[in-house]
Each structure stands twice: as structure tokens, then as C-alpha cells.
Nanobody, 124 residues
Framework: QVQLVESGGGLVRAGGSLRLSCVASGGTFNTAAMGWFRQAPGKERQFVATINSGGGGTIYADSVKGRFTISRDNAKNTVYLQMNSLKPEDTADYYC?????????????????WGQGTQVTVSS
């Protein structure tokens, strides 16, 4: 059984940075894409970024492009989301997810395991 545990969330002022981590256990980490999604109160879950199994391919939502960086360390079964220049509209619960295949996409249906989420709050 695959388990994903996120950490690194917190409260930060606008313009600040946070680094989220997601550690995976179970399954074969280096054969699956990994993604980050977020959900703000009262809103639908939203794609943030994805990285393919080897780490050489990434896709970002337009809203975070140039500010966020997704990366992975397959030796540590960990995926990261470096978030810079944070804005109040980035406030949300952030979830990591394991893709069904070696490359992921924008849709949540392409991911079959999810973490419990970590909260990010950006104050103005």
C-alpha cells in the first residue's frame, strides 16, 4: 500500500518562501510521476505541478510558473515543491499525489494515491 506524507506547510508573509516535502512509502517510487495539487477553502482542487518518474520532465500551472519548482529525489522517495514569491492567493491545503503512469498531467484522475495535505497560509 502506497502512503504519502507531506510536510513543510505553515504561515508565511507575501513574498516569502516555503519548501514542501512529500515522502512516499510502499510501491516503486521511481516508476511513477508525482504531482502537487492544492485546494483553497470553498474551491475545487487545482493542479499545481507534476514531475515525471525520472525527474527530467515537469509541467506547471500558469499561476505558479516561474515561482514554484517541483523536484524529486528517487533515492529518498521524496518529491519537493519549492515555493518562492508567495502570494495570498497561494493560500490552500497542498496535496502530493502519485501518478498512475511514469508521466502525469493536469487532471487529478491521473493520480491514484494522495497524501493527507499540508496547509499553506500566505498573509498580505
Amino acid at each position: 500500500q502506497v502512503q504519502l506524507v507531506e510536510s513543510g506547510g505553515g504561515l508565511v508573509r507575501a513574498g516569502g518562501s516555503l519548501r514542501l516535502s512529500c515522502v512516499a512509502s510502499g510501491g516503486t517510487f521511481n516508476t511513477a510521476a508525482m504531482g502537487w495539487f492544492r485546494q483553497a477553502p470553498g474551491k475545487e482542487r487545482q493542479f499545481v505541478a507534476t514531475i515525471n518518474s525520472g525527474g527530467g520532465g515537469t509541467i506547471y500551472a500558469d499561476s505558479v510558473k516561474g515561482r514554484f519548482t517541483i523536484s524529486r529525489d528517487n533515492a529518498k522517495n521524496t518529491v519537493y515543491l519549492q515555493m518562492n514569491s508567495l502570494k495570498p492567493e497561494d493560500t490552500a491545503d497542498y496535496y502530493c499525489a502519485r501518478g498512475r503512469y511514469d508521466s502525469g498531467g493536469y487532471s487529478a484522475t491521473g493520480y491514484n494515491y494522495w497524501g493527507q495535505g499540508t496547509q499553506v497560509t500566505v498573509s498580505s
